[in-house]
C-alpha cells in the first residue's frame, strides 16, 4: 500500500506541516486583531461584542455542518479550496465597509504633522476638565490648559467631540487618527466612565455634552449637538449593519476550513495505521502564529504611512491576511485527501452528544469547558483595548500573543508528566485557577508592558488545561465516539460559551467598565473551580473494560473454564457495543 503515490506519507505529512503552518500565519494578520478594527470603524463595546459573538456561532455549528457534507459528497479538496479562495475576497469586502467618522490618518507620520483634533475612540467621554496642577502625561503631545482654566470640547455633527487647542495629546498605538482629550488619569474604557442616563444605545462614542451652566448659548449649542447625534445614530446603524453581513459572509467561507483539513488528514493516515503521527502536527499551527503575528505587526508598522492615506490602519491586516490566504490555496492543491471511502457510522454526533447526556462527568467538564470559552471570550475581545489605552502598541500586542502560544508549546514535552503528577482534574482545576488570575490582573494593568508577564500562564490556562480536557474525554468516551466527542467539546461546546461571553462582556463593559468585565469573569471562574473540586468525589465512576488487561489475563488463564472466561468478557464486550 504504501508503494501507491496516494499513500506517501513523508509527502503528506509535509506538506500538512508546511499547510498548518501558512494556516497560522493567516490568522495571525487579522484574528487577533479584529476587535481593534471594529474599534477603529467606531463601533462600541456592545456591538462588536454582538458581532464576535455571532462569528463564533457561526464558527461552531456551521463548520461541523459543512464538514459533514463534504465527506458525505467526497467534496472535501472542492470545500478547502473554496474556502480559502472564498475568504481571500471576502476580507477585501471587510475592507469596504466604511468607518463611522472619517479617519484623517493613521498616525503624525511626519514630524510636520500638527495634531489635528479628530474623533475619540468609542467609549471616551465627552467633556473633560483638565486642571493645571494636574501633571502631564508621559505621552502627550499637547500642552495642557492655562492656570485654573476649564476647557470642553465641542461636539460635531456626527455626534463626536472636538478638541479645544491646548488640550489634545496622542496615545501611542492608539486609534489611527484619533486624539484624546482626556486628563491623564482617565482611560475611556478602563476607568469606568459611564455615560448620561439618556444616552441613545447606538450612540458609540458615548459623548457627554457641555455642561448648560453658560445660558442661552450652550443651550443652543446643546439643541444642535442634539441634532448630529441624530445624524450620527444614522450612521452607526449603517456601519454595524454593513460589518454584520460581511462577517457572516466572511465566517461562513472560512469556518468549514480548519474541520475539514483536520478530517481529511485524519483519516488518510487512519488508512494507513499512521494516526500516531497526526498528534504531533498540532504544534505547526501556533508556530505560525507567532511568527505572523510579530510579522504582520511590523510589517504594519512599517507600512502605514508609505501605503494609506486614510482609513483605519487595521485594513493592512486585511491585505495581508489576503495575500497570505492565497499562499494557503497553492498548498492546499497537493493537501492530503483520501480518495477511498471507508464506511463508518453516521450520526456521530448525536450519538456524541447523548453519551454527554449521560455521563454527569462529561456534564461537569461540558460546563467547565463552555465557562472557560466565555471567560476566554473576554479576553480575546477587549484585551487590546485594554491595552491601547494604556498606550501600547500593535507591536507590542502581536509580541504579547506570540507569548502565549511560545509558551504551550514549550510546556508540551512536559504534557504527559504534568497529567500523570496532578491527574486530569487537577490540571483541569489549575488551569482555571491560572485562568482566573489572568483575569484578575488584567483589570489592574497600568502600563503598556505591565501585560506581558501574565501572558505565560497561557501554557497553563489554555494549554494544560485542553490536554486534561481532551484526556478526559477520550478516557471517557466509548469506542469509536473519542473524536466526535473531542470535536463538539472543542467546537460547539466552547463556541458556544465564546459567542454568549461575547455578547454578555460587550455590554458589561459599556454598562461598567473593562476591569468590572475581568472581575467578574475571575470571581465566577474561581465560584465554578470551588464547586469543581468538591462535587468530583461525589460523582459517579465509569466502569470501563479493560480489553488489554482482560486478553493478558486470557492468555495466561490455564483453567478448565478458559473457553467459559472467554466468552464471558467477549459477550460483555459485545452488550457494550450494542447499547451504543
Known amino acids: 500500500m504504501s508503494a501507491n503515490p496516494q499513500w506517501d506519507i513523508s509527502r503528506a505529512l509535509g506538506v500538512a506541516k508546511l499547510f498548518h503552518l501558512v494556516c497560522g500565519v493567516r490568522d495571525a494578520c487579522v484574528t487577533p486583531f479584529l476587535t481593534l478594527y471594529l474599534r477603529q470603524l467606531g463601533l462600541a463595546a456592545p456591538w462588536v461584542g454582538i458581532l464576535m459573538g455571532t462569528k463564533h456561532l457561526i464558527a461552531a455549528f456551521w463548520g461541523p455542518f ?48 500638527g495634531a489635528t483634533p479628530t474623533a475619540p475612540p468609542p467609549g471616551a467621554a465627552g467633556t473633560v476638565t483638565v486642571p493645571s496642577a494636574q501633571p502631564t502625561s508621559s505621552h502627550a503631545a499637547g500642552a495642557l490648559s492655562p492656570a485654573g482654566e476649564s476647557r470642553t470640547g465641542m461636539v460635531d455633527p456626527a455626534g463626536f467631540m472636538k478638541a479645544p487647542a491646548g488640550t489634545v495629546h496622542a496615545l501611542a498605538g492608539g486609534p489611527p487618527g484619533y486624539t484624546r482629550t482626556t486628563s491623564p488619569a482617565l482611560h475611556p474604557v478602563t476607568a469606568g466612565v459611564k455615560a448620561t442616563p439618556g444616552e441613545g444605545a447606538f450612540n458609540s462614542g458615548r459623548t457627554v455634552l457641555p455642561l448648560l451652566a453658560g445660558g442661552p448659548a450652550n443651550l443652543s449649542a446643546a439643541q444642535g449637538n442634539a441634532r448630529g447625534l441624530d445624524l450620527s445614530l444614522e450612521g452607526l446603524h449603517w456601519t454595524f449593519l454593513l460589518s ?79 495575500l497570505v490566504g492565497t499562499l494557503a490555496l497553492l498548498v492546499s492543491v497537493s493537501f492530503p485527501v483520501p480518495i477511498c471511502r471507508r464506511r463508518e457510522p453516521s450520526y456521530k454526533t448525536i450519538k456524541a452528544l447523548s453519551l454527554v447526556g449521560g455521563a454527569p462527568r462529561l456534564i461537569v467538564l461540558a460546563l467547565t469547558v463552555f465557562l472557560v470559552g466565555a471567560a476566554t471570550s473576554a479576553v480575546q475581545n477587549f484585551l487590546f483595548w485594554h491595552m491601547e489605552d494604556h498606550g501600547s502598541s500593535e507591536l507590542v500586542m502581536g509580541f504579547s500573543v506570540a507569548l502565549g502560544s511560545l509558551g504551550e508549546i514549550l510546556l508540551h514535552p512536559f504534557k504527559a508528566t504534568l497529567l500523570r503528577k496532578l491527574s486530569r482534574v487537577g490540571t483541569v482545576g489549575l488551569g482555571l485557577g491560572c485562568l482566573a488570575a489572568q483575569l484578575l490582573y488584567y483589570s489592574f494593568l497600568w502600563s503598556w508592558w505591565s501585560v506581558l508577564p501574565a501572558q505565560i500562564l497561557n501554557a497553563i490556562s489554555s494549554g494544560a488545561l485542553w490536554w486534561a480536557v481532551k484526556a478526559s474525554v477520550e478516557d471517557l468516551a466509548t469506542p469509536g465516539t473519542a473524536r466526535s466527542l473531542g470535536a463538539m467539546f472543542q467546537g460547539h461546546i466552547s463556541g458556544g460559551g465564546c459567542s454568549l461571553g461575547s455578547i454578555v462582556g460587550g455590554f458589561v463593559v459599556m454598562s461598567f467598565s473593562l476591569a468590572v468585565l475581568y472581575q467578574a469573569c475571575c470571581v465566577v471562574l474561581l465560584l465554578w473551580l470551588a464547586l469543581f473540586l468538591s462535587i468530583q468525589p461525589r460523582l459517579p465512576q465509569e466502569q470501563k473494560i479493560n480489553y488489554s488487561k482482560l486478553l493478558v489475563m486470557e492468555a495466561s488463564d490455564t483453567s478448565d473454564s478458559e473457553q467459559g472466561t472467554e466468552r464471558d468478557w467477549l459477550v460483555k464486550a459485545m452488550r457494550e457495543e450494542d447499547s451504543e
Not at 511568527?291 to 491585505?319: D, I, K, S, W
Request: charged share 15%; glycine share 10%.
Open 66 to 113: 459543512c464538514a459533514f457534507l463534504a465527506k458525505s459528497y467526497q467534496k472535501r479538496r472542492v470545500l478547502l479550496m473554496g474556502s480559502l479562495l472564498g475568504s481571500v475576497g471576502a476580507s477585501m469586502v471587510m475592507v469596504l465597509v466604511p468607518p463611522l467618522h472619517e479617519v484623517p490618518g493613521y498616525r503624525f507620520c511626519n514630524a510636520s504633522d
Open 244 to 322: 454584520l453581513g460581511s462577517l457572516v459572509f466572511w465566517e461562513l467561507l472560512t469556518a468549514p476550513l480548519e474541520q475539514v483539513a483536520d478530517d481529511s488528514l485524519y483519516e488518510y493516515l487512519d488508512f494507513v495505521d499512521a494516526t500516531d503521527r497526526y498528534r504531533s502536527l498540532w504544534i505547526w499551527r501556533p508556530l505560525g502564529m507567532s511568527a505572523g503575528v510579530c510579522g504582520v505587526t511590523a510589517l504594519v508598522g512599517q507600512l502605514e504611512c508609505v501605503l494609506m492615506t486614510n482609513g483605519p490602519r487595521g485594513v493592512l491586516h486585511f491585505y495581508g491576511y489576503s
